[in-house]
């Protein structure tokens, strides 16, 4: 078994509709009877952390994992054209952590298939994936505190004023935000900062928190009291030390939701 920590988030919605729950191998699908490593992973939801087998690519050690509906049998002729691959890593000793983020491909050219679209992105939390992709996901928090990592990369790009987080009705901006937007919980544009993350970092404390994410569709800028109003808040738990994936998703821009996923401070 490899000593990386991979789990997979499913966001997989084909045409706007919540796609199946699927079953993930770690061992490509050709027919034969096969254990998946993941069973029954639902849309909206990420998976527990597991620790694949390793396979050897041109004398390398990897890892590769693949996708099937939940409850299809892998031992059918069919399986290997149902299925798909959906990512993995070159296991390069790292001890490295990884979420793979399963979402629908927005292109024209689709495989037939039960998991026609079905696209793979990874974020890499610590360690190296061997491809060139390294963590930490952010800079750890202060000693004590806590920090939120939004994660905007599934909002749907159809046109907006922006989009903003807040975290117990607070409008604290992230550590990172648009410095052109000043004292409003604005999550785009975080890559403007010298911090080095893909994400927008809140930070906050340990404990359980109330937390919304806004769209304001108006060119302008909204007041922070506009932005409580407009709350459909979720729990989010953190403990002393941790950081949280927060997945902004939906297939509108009035239809978005939140999935925090943990990260763990040590690999699982």
Same mark, same amino acid.
């Given at each position: 078994?490899?000593?990386?920590?991979?789990?997979?988030?499913?966001?997989?919605?084909?045409?706007?509709?919540?796609?199946?729950?699927?079953?993930?191998?770690?061992?490509?699908?050709?027919?034969?009877?096969?254990?998946?490593?993941?069973?029954?992973?639902?849309?909206?939801?990420?998976?527990?952390?597991?620790?694949?087998?390793?396979?050897?690519?041109?004398?390398?050690?990897?890892?590769?994992?693949?996708?099937?509906?939940?409850?299809?049998?892998?031992?059918?002729?069919?399986?290997?054209?149902?299925?798909?691959?959906?990512?993995?890593?070159?296991?390069?000793?790292?001890?490295?952590?990884?979420?793979?983020?399963?979402?629908?491909?927005?292109?024209?050219?689709?495989? !037939?298939?039960?998991?026609?679209?079905?696209?793979?992105?990874?974020?890499?939390?610590?360690?190296?994936?061997?491809?060139?992709?390294?963590?930490?996901?952010?800079?750890?928090?202060?000693?004590?505190?806590?920090?939120?990592?939004?994660?905007?990369?599934?909002?749907?790009?159809?046109?907006?004023?922006?989009?903003?987080?807040?975290?117990?009705?607070?409008?604290?901006?992230?550590?990172?935000?648009?410095?052109?937007?000043?004292?409003?919980?604005?999550?785009?544009?975080?890559?403007?900062?010298?911090?080095?993350?893909?994400?927008?970092?809140?930070?906050?404390?340990?404990?359980?928190?109330?937390?919304?994410?806004?769209?304001? !569709?108006?060119?302008?800028? !909204?007041?922070?009291?506009?932005?409580?109003?407009?709350?459909?808040?979720?729990?989010?738990?953190?403990?002393?030390?941790?950081?949280?994936?927060?997945?902004?998703?939906?297939?509108?821009?009035?239809?978005?939701?939140?999935?925090?996923?943990?990260?763990?401070?040590?690999?699982?």
């Amino acid at each position: 078994m490899s000593d990386a920590s991979i789990r997979v988030v499913n966001l997989y919605a084909p045409k706007g509709k919540p796609g199946p729950a699927l079953d993930i191998y770690d061992t490509q699908l050709t027919g034969a009877a096969a254990t998946p490593i993941l069973t029954n992973v639902t849309f909206g939801t990420a998976s527990s952390y597991v620790h694949p087998r390793l396979l050897s690519t041109f004398g390398q050690k990897t890892v590769e994992l693949f996708a099937l509906p939940a409850g299809e049998n892998p031992a059918t002729p069919t399986a290997n054209d149902d299925s798909k691959g959906v990512g993995g890593l070159i296991d390069d000793g790292s001890n490295a952590r990884i979420t793979i983020v399963l979402s629908a491909d927005t292109g024209s050219v689709q495989i !037939p298939g039960p998991l026609s679209g079905l696209s793979t992105s990874e974020r890499v939390e610590s360690g190296d994936d061997g491809q060139g992709a390294k963590g930490p996901a952010a800079p750890p928090p202060p000693a004590g505190k806590a920090e939120i990592l939004v994660d905007q990369s599934l909002v749907p790009q159809t046109g907006h004023s922006g989009i903003y987080l807040l975290i117990d009705h607070s409008c604290a901006p992230p550590l990172n935000g648009d410095p052109q937007i000043k004292g409003l919980p604005y999550i785009f544009n975080a890559a403007t900062s010298a911090i080095q993350s893909a994400f927008a970092i809140f930070p906050t404390t340990a404990g359980t928190h109330q937390v919304s994410v806004v769209s304001w !569709p108006s060119a302008v800028t !909204p007041t922070c009291k506009q932005l409580v109003k407009g709350q459909s808040p979720m729990s989010v738990t953190l403990a002393a030390g941790q950081q949280s994936l927060l997945f902004v998703y939906g297939s509108s821009l009035t239809a978005l939701h939140l999935l925090a996923v943990p990260i763990q401070p040590s690999a699982a």
